[in-house]
């Protein structure tokens, strides 16, 4: 029993759990992170929507699990492997999607709408869209996005133009670094790639660097444009005296270029490891795994919520 209950816990992936903390970004940037209820609300929606994740995840290793028996690395997973029986995934991912998507309900009409659409969208992603070169990016993309939305729809956040653009300009780029990974991983280690994903076939290693170039320069030029014209007040009162000397049209909107760096850093990074590791495949595990990554993430961190809440 113990071990059934490791394998379902493996097969619901916990470790991608990480990627639904963007959920939390359009309220820190709102500067109402500390507002009372805000929070909460929030936290109960990544709570609901980690489950959902898992859900996804357990049908697409039902959904794949031939296919990820001739893999070299997925015929590990439970499912694939046999350690979970299918009956039992079934099962998990019925009480999963019944528990969320009720629970979502009661939370907020339209914080249920945007799970619904995730849902749909990992299903027709899993079922037929993984299958066509482009479309299967923007699927991946698109997921990432829903999970920001989701953040800013349950508590009623409007959401910056320029956020926006780089939310979105940085899923692509994740995106299509996984591409480029598993083109890499499966060619060298299988020899072709029509065995695992067609899709695959489609991208050839110039147009991956082409895609990738592009979207890596748009997620740090978006951030930096996003972060050049962020507008927030300070709270009248006592002002640090180093800042008190500087002009207030600068200390009120521009603070967040500094983290700039940080972005470009992170940016220059990522690409390191995936063109000189092959370790973009599973963004997650790179920020846990890369202490200078992991280091220049919560230094971006940080920073973000001293400018944003500290110098009030």
Known sequence: MGKLVYNLIKSARPRQWLKNGAMFAPLVFSGLLFAPGYLAQVMEAFILFCGLTSAVYLIN?????QQDKKHPFKKK???????????????????LLFSVMALAWFLSYFFFAICLLYLLLSLAYSGYLKQIAIIDLLAIAAGFVLRVYAGAIVVNLHMNVWFLLAVVSLALFLAVGKRQCERTLLTGLVGNLTGQRSTLSHYSARLLDIYTALFAGATWLTYALFAFQHQFEFIEGPVPTLLSRVPRTFISSKWLMFTVPLV???????????????????????????????????????????ILYGMR
Request: aromatic residues 8%.
């Open 61 to 65: 290793d039902i959904m794949d699990v």
């Open 77 to 95: 997973r439970p499912i694939a492997s046999g350690d979970l029986p299918i009956p039992m995934a079934i099962f998990a991912v019925v009480a």
């Open 264 to 306: 470009i850093y992170g940016v220059m990074r990522y690409l390191q490891l995936v063109y000189e590791r092959n370790e973009g495949e599973s963004p997650e595990r790179v920020l846990l795994n890369d202490k200078p990554m992991l280091i220049a993430v919560v230094i971006w961190i940080l920073m973000v919520l001293f």
